[in-house]
């Protein structure tokens, strides 16, 4: 099957399952009892900021003792070897692991647990943030509440027009490792097909979406090294 250039990669949890991440719908669905969808809000941050502080130091430890897997180095060197222009990596995960990997210009769409922004202006700048949360930092600039820079259900997703002349461009898109619950995400693979692109699934467990040309349901980190070989090996004859 061709995959024609350029490519847009969309990955969800599913790609740092290999790693140890716990997806969003699968067995790390809940935590303390509560609904981690329900925490990722800015309401559960205005009735608990403790809580939901808690809650992302939790994950930022499970991710800062996490390693790329054998997907998130395929992605990287896919995106060393095609460029910008060839190849466009979009993440709905906050782990930065595809950075951590050696990835390019990844496009966070849902932010990173890595970096802190202040609760009342995103504009403001962000802190790196390693370990549990100091509860007593503030924003430097306005003197604020720090929450993690990541995009809660109910706010928008980040870099919309770099993922939008991505999509509209695209000769192939591949959705990996996600299950196509989360908008406006989930509607990119269809606005891919529907502007004429190849589109691809990798999922072990396919969505069977109809907008998907090409299933191959495989886990990520056993396909994408293979799919990258083929990919790259275009761009090196
Ligand atoms: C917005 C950051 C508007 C935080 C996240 C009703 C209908 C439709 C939409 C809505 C609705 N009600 C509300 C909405 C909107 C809402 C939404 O989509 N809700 C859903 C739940 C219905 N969306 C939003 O709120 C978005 N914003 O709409 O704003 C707006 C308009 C005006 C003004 C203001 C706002 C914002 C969404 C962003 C939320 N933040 N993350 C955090 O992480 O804590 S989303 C969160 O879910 C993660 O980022 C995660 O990546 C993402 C999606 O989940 P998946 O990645 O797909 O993971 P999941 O566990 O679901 O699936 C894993 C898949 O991997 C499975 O299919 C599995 O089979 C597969 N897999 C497992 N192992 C492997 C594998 N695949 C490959 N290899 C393996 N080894």
């Known amino acids: 099957m061709s995959h024609p250039h350029p490519l847009v990669i969309l990955s969800g949890a599913g790609l740092s399952a290999a790693s140890g991440i716990p997806t969003f719908r699968g067995e790390g669905g809940l935590w ?6 329900r925490l990722a809000t800015p309401e559960a941050f205005a009735a608990d900021p403790d809580l939901v502080r808690r809650f992302y130091d939790m994950r930022r430890a499970v991710v800062e003792a996490a390693e790329p897997n054998p997907g998130h180095h395929a992605l990287a060197a896919l995106s060393g070897a095609l460029g910008g222009h060839g190849c466009t990596l979009i993440t709905q995960n906050v782990d930065g692991l595809l950075e951590d990997a050696g990835a390019q210009g990844v496009v966070a769409m849902h932010g990173t647990l890595r970096r802190l922004r202040c609760h009342h202006d995103a504009t403001h700048p962000h ?3 390693t370990g549990p949360q100091d509860p007593a930092a503030v924003c430097t600039t306005c003197g604020g ?12 997703p980040l870099h919309p027009d770099r993922i939008g002349l991505a999509v509209q461009a695209a000769g ?28 691809v699934e990798i999922n072990p467990d396919p969505t069977g979406a109809p907008w998907f040309d090409e299933v191959i349901a ?3 980190e056993t396909a994408l090294p293979r799919l990258v070989d083929a990919w790259t090996a275009d761009a090196r004859s």
């Open 127 to 129: 802190v790196e943030v």
């Open 145 to 156: 509440p720090l929450r993690p820079a990541v995009v809660w259900f109910g706010e928008l």
């Open 32 to 37: 303390e009892g509560h609904d981690a969808m």
């Open 218 to 220: 495989e886990p990520a």
């Open 172 to 199: 192939t898109f591949v959705a990996v490792g996600t299950s196509g619950v989360v908008y406006p995400a989930a509607g990119l693979a269809r606005a891919a097909h529907a502007a004429g692109a190849h589109t």
